[in-house]
């Protein structure tokens, strides 16, 4: 599929009946109006809590575009103990404390158990995702406290709670694997807790995407045909 062939399938909301423009790879979501998250499951629909975040960065007149994230609590644990020390740590993840904290916690004590949030992309990502600060990422190391807003248009999200908490796995893997501990093979354990979609603004900086909540960047093509889909979101956009 080239940049151009987004394909837009008008439907209504099942809450307030206004038009809701999906992609065809959408799996939730969202109206505009009641702010209402969905999931098509068969020919049901099943509600999705949103929230809306509100900027926390000066933003100042910028076009805001809303990305959808899967915002998930868990509580994961570990049984083996593993020597992990600060020292095995990357400099990356040191920088947050508490999150390094939690981390050497959750492998040197005996039956650990931490809560950790976790920030998951639902929207469309291409490999470039990977390239800049990765904001998901960064809002797990460190999660910021969201203020909801009225609800906003957002583009729909292309991946489901079920993929979302597959991802949450990959991504504390990624997470591990930047240590320099031999714990790859650690038996981990999850279990999920609440989850919803946080909506993240954005607004364009040149080439890149600047979340308006912390101020990590992505690469625009990081995101899949984002020259559609800002078109969709200035035309719904208000
Ligand atoms: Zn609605």
């Known amino acids: 599929m080239g940049q151009n062939d987004i394909k837009l399938i008008p439907f209504r909301c099942p809450e307030c009946g206004e038009e809701i423009d999906s992609k065809e790879e959408d799996c939730v979501y969202f109206c505009s109006v009641c702010g209402l998250g969905f999931q098509l499951e068969g020919d049901r629909f099943k509600k999705v809590d949103v929230i809306y975040a509100k900027p926390l960065k000066e933003v100042g007149k910028r076009p805001l575009y809303y990305l959808p994230m899967w915002q998930i609590q868990t509580t994961i644990s570990i049984k083996e103990q593993y020597s992990l020390n600060y020292q095995d740590i990357p400099e990356e993840l040191l920088i947050n404390r508490r999150f390094s904290k939690l981390l050497t916690g959750l492998f040197k004590d005996r039956n650990a158990e931490k809560k950790m949030i976790f920030f998951v992309p639902a929207f469309g990502i291409t490999n470039r995702y990977q ?24 583009i729909g999200a292309e991946y489901t ?78």
Do not use: C
């Not at 390239?131 to 957002?154: A, N, R, S």
């Not at 501990?181 to 999920?192: E, K, N, P, S, T």
């Open 131 to 154: 390239l800049m600060d990765e904001p998901g990422f960064q809002f797990t190391v460190d999660p910021p406290k969201l203020i909801g807003t009225t609800p906003k248009h957002m």
């Open 161 to 238: 709670y079920k993929d979302a908490k597959e991802l949450t796995r990959v991504m504390f893997l990624s997470i591990q694997a930047h240590t320099r501990a031999d714990i790859l093979d650690a038996d981990i354990d999850f279990v999920f807790h609440r989850y919803r979609i946080a909506g993240i603004p954005f607004y364009e900086e040149e080439g890149l995407l600047v979340d308006g909540i912390k101020g990590f960047r992505i690469f625009k093509d990081a995101l899949k045909n984002w020259d559609e889909i800002k078109k969709h979101l200035k035309r719904g956009g208000k």
